[in-house]
């Protein structure tokens, strides 16, 4: 059973999956893998993924570094283990904006048909995304083309996973 | 009417056009730059663009949109939900967001139906 769990930033989500995840790798006995899709630019990053690793220490995750190109992955590891994808928020992040060269503002639809490849590839994969739809501010374009194009990741992935879960502050509301 | 809300691009539009079987000539679009309405659409979506001209003007957009409430009985409203993230440091998104917020609790009373959308998947809250 794939998964697609959203939410606001910071509250939760990536602990949640965790869990949700080394679960499922109990109950049917599979290997557990964590992708990791951040690319550290400076010293708040990696304090971040540094907090990340030591949450999983113990955990029995093995971590695959996958920050672009996300079918790479599915080459090194069993594609019928549970892996938890973290983050969506990151993947497109760094291929829409690739350090020291332009953005690259077209990506999203690629991406997306990849993730639908990757959730016919695999059956316990947790995906993790990031709900950014809801502030108050004029964006500028770049920043609402972003926006556009992790929703429509989103979007894809609700349609290809089984279950659909919403975190807040470590409540969970479940829309499919 | 229904009324329907949601983040950015979560595909509000999309799903009660396809739901109810609508057409884009149904629909009117609201701008940021124009007080207006076209009562005569099913559908008008954007409903927050239509209560960023009224900040801007400094209009009361609930309203302006309480003296046509008749013409919406039978009408699909959407608006984007911008009621969540920091509180801005500009003044006048502060408060653009004040007035979709007395604007949506206002249609949510009104409204018979109200969906939320969530990545384009609907919830019923009304």
């Known amino acids: ?176 | 009417m229904i009324l329907i809300f949601g983040g950015a691009f979560q595909g509000k539009l999309e799903y009660i056009m396809e739901k109810h079987g609508l057409e884009e000539s149904q629909v009117f679009t609201c701008k940021s730059d124009k007080i207006e309405i076209d009562y005569s659409k099913k559908i008008i979506d954007n409903l927050e663009e239509f209560v960023y001209a009224c900040t801007n003007e400094g209009i009361e957009a609930k309203e302006i949109i309480l003296e046509s409430m008749d013409k919406l009985k039978d009408k699909i409203v959407i608006c984007d939900d911008i009621s969540q993230g920091v509180v801005s440091l500009d003044k006048t998104e502060r408060a653009w967001r004040e007035m979709v917020g007395r604007t949506m609790l206002m249609l949510g009373k009104e409204a018979e139906e109200v969906i939320r959308v969530f990545c384009g998947l609907p919830d019923k809250i009304k």
């Open chain 1, 1 to 176: 059973m794939n998964y697609f769990i959203s939410g606001g930033c910071k509250n939760g989500k990536s602990f949640h999956a965790q869990r949700v995840a080394k679960k499922m790798s109990e109950e049917k006995g599979l290997p557990l893998y964590y992708i990791a899709t951040m690319i550290p630019i400076d010293n708040e990053d990696n304090i971040r993924i540094n907090r990340h690793i030591s949450e999983r220490a113990g955990w029995g995750f093995k971590t695959i570094e996958q920050p672009l190109d996300i079918l790479g992955c599915l080459d090194q590891i069993d594609n019928k283990g549970v892996i938890l994808f973290d983050s969506v928020t990151a993947l497109l992040m760094n291929e829409m904006f690739p350090v020291g060269r332009e953005p690259k503002l077209d990506v999203a639809e690629r991406i997306a048909n990849e993730l639908k490849e990757f959730c016919i590839r695999t059956d316990n994969t947790v995906f993790v995304s990031d709900y950014i739809y809801s502030d108050c501010n004029r964006f500028d374009d770049l920043t609402d083309k972003y926006r556009e194009g992790l929703a429509l990741l989103d979007k894809t992935l609700v349609k290809a996973c089984d279950r659909v879960e919403e975190v807040a502050y470590g409540f969970t509301k479940v829309h499919k």
